[in-house]
């Protein structure tokens, strides 16, 4: 109930305040396991991405720190965030994403690993996510900049198939998020220049 709230009223602020316009919902299944991958540019990225999904609900690690900081600690497991601790992904928190992947769930993930990273080399964890599991990788591009009434675009890309990089190993992995970052820095160009 507090999910589906918080959704409908993350959407109508995006909509209102940064006339936010959302390209290739369709492209996002309707069922099974789906790993959204995006570009990460503030701290309003994971409710801005899963805020237009209406019939499906969008799972994210956060910083563990936040758990423990009265009212948002409460808040966090209500609107599906699972905590990830400081300097990387936990085994818990690689188990919590396969099983929640394994129940036919979406992941939020940003490959970028922190907003400070824009346009750098993605982190290996969402090829990694989506090898083990066979989720459906969706990529997204958050196209603006959160400037009040000015226009943000959000687009949700055809999936990409990393199939092939399946039994490459390490350097498979690395190939697999190659590709997922392409795809995405191309989304984002493309709808910058609109």
């Known amino acids: 109930m507090l999910y589906s709230t918080l959704r409908a009223l993350f959407h109508f602020l995006f909509r209102t305040l940064f006339r936010l316009k959302v390209v290739g ?21 994971p409710p801005l991405l899963g805020s237009p999904i209406i019939k499906r609900r969008v799972h994210y690690m956060a910083k563990a720190e936040l758990f423990e900081v009265p009212v948002l600690g409460w808040v966090l497991p209500r609107i ?31 490959p970028e690993g922190s907003r400070h990273n824009a346009g750098g080399m993605g ?15 969706v990529p997204a ?7 009040l009434f000015k226009r943000m675009t959000l687009v949700y890309g055809p999936p990409v198939d990393i199939s092939e990089f399946a039994e490459a190993g390490s350097e498979g992995l690395e ?14 160009k493309q709808y910058e220049s609109k």
Do not use: W
Request: net charge positive; with cysteine; proline share 3%.
């Open 80 to 110: 599906c965030a699972f905590p990830v601790k400081r300097g990387g992904v936990s085994k818990e928190s690689i188990r919590l994403s396969l099983q929640l992947l394994k129940e036919n769930n979406i992941i939020g993930i940003f």
């Open 141 to 147: 591009a958050i196209v603006g900049n959160y400037q």
């Open 25 to 45: 919902l369709h492209h996002i299944p309707t069922d099974g396991p789906v790993i959204l991958c995006a570009n990460h540019i503030s701290n309003f990225d």
């Open 123 to 137: 982190k290996k964890g969402a090829a990694s996510l989506a090898l083990k599991s066979g989720a459906t990788v």
């Open 175 to 188: 190939q697999a998020t190659d590709k997922i970052m392409a795809t995405i820095r191309s989304m984002v």
